[in-house]
């Protein structure tokens, strides 16, 4: 992954994307909505967070968005937007951080607050040394 192929990415539009997305969140129970947009090799794709009645099924965003590309047929992101409910910034969860991992570690990570706050890393600044891919034996 190269840093001018994340620098073509439009963040203000896929922050756009975003905020968009988190309008169909399905948040009942933490009344925390989030909604996130991944900029792939095969386009722009979004997803909120969907929340279950048993609590611990609830899903991220941000892993709904990835999972939506790359059925999509995407196989690379380039950049993910998060926009949330909270005033700050909020940063991906543990669990959305490794299963971005997989699909480019040097991605770029944006997150927005509806104080209109912003926060950019590098995924691999948000999870170092991560497992990925090329620590399963036989991988490239
Ligand atoms: N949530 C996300 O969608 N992304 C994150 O990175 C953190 C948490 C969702 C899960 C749950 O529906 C709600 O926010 C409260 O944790």
Redo the contacts with the bound molecule.
Sequence with gaps: MSDRASAAVDLDALTAEARSARGRAY?P??R?S?G?AVATDAGVFSGA???NASYGL?????RVAAASAIAAGARQIQAIA?T?SAARA????GA?RQVLYEFNPGMTVMSQGMNGERKEWRLSELLVDGFGPSDLPGQP
Aim: overall charge negative; glycine content about 0%; some cysteine.
């Design positions: 948040a129970y933490s925390f989030v996130a967070n969907v929340e609830s899903m991220c965003a941000e998060i949330s909020t940063p991906p969860c959305c």
